[in-house]
């Protein structure tokens, strides 16, 4: 049986006349460039992930990099991140010149540690408390960071928050009151992704920053656009971060079935759980679930005893699975002006070294997934014989 990790086809099939709709509508209009239906992204982006605003942008990476900008972020620097992520949160830092200073993630959830966090702030000078700016908590595999204390901290220091809601748009955290906020709601940004893999996926590149404060909102949309304001008048140096049209219009279509999709990806989460415990298999680590609602844009699992043969053995049996991520950033060759040492993050180490992300798109059908339970019971049951 063939599973593979991800089956865009599988879905493209179930919206395809509504996509050659709305993709003739732009090409008839010959209007490629923002223009309305990235005015209607944006409002319903807004809407969905409760935030005032939402500014569309070329990518996840040009969200963080636009709301590192905005937040004045520049060279000298320092702003705060995890190790355990995509190199996009940090190599953004980078480009503005700042320098990334990292805390280790908790062991349960992949995100950052609060304590961690609160430690390293306690840990500076007042001069250093002044050069620090930003904390980036990113949101891994479709689950909240831990934002309440997060917040908290980030009042008490100063700090702007840019959450990397990359992996989790319309995941939600409960705070302690009872309030439900989504992701990108929390902090002054929020940043996602609309790369073909994320839950809400364009056909092609595409990111949007969505912020409750208008000031913010209006240095975005001037950065996206060379920081013009009017046209071809600079008080600001920006880029070209603005969004397609065409993009826009694929993504108005499919944010109307995002939530369905979202709920088949937690069926199959489910069903990997029940049918993990069954078969009782102690070499398996299952993710752990302790915020509000996980959107699952991936499922993986901690393999603590040779998850590299797993992996292979999978493979060969035509399963796709992946390793998010295998090198922890700060042990990245490119960071190795940061002065990190293999140990000063031991959670994200570990992790990079017995993660593997299993097949959990909505279209996997039960059998799939049986299969793929099926098989690592094999792997690990032939090693013991
Ligand atoms: C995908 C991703 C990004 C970057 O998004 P792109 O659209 O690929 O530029 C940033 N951060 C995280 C955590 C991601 O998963």
Redo the contacts with the bound molecule.
Sequence with gaps: MKVPLLDLQKQYATIKTEILEVTEEVFESQRFIMGPKVEELEKQIADYCGCRFAVGVS???DA?LISLMAAGVGFGDRVITTPY??F??VGTIARTGARPLFVDIRDDTFNMDPQALEKLLLSFSVEEREIVKAIIP?H?YGQCADMKPIMELARQFGLTVIE?A??AIGSEYQFEDGVIKRAGAMGECGCF???PS?NLGAFG?G?MVTTNDAEIQERLVKLRNHGASPKYYHAMVGGNFRLDALQAAVLIVKLRYLDQWTRGRQENAALYRTLFEAAGLEEVRLPEEKEWRHIYNQFVIRVPENRDGLKAFLGERGIGCEIYYPVPLHMQSCFKGLGYEKNDFPVSERTAETSLALPIFPELTSEQIHYVVDMIGQFFSSKKT
């Design positions: 990518s996840g990476t963080l992520t995509f996009a949160t990113v891994l990397d990359a992996q992704s609309f790369f994320k590149d990111g």
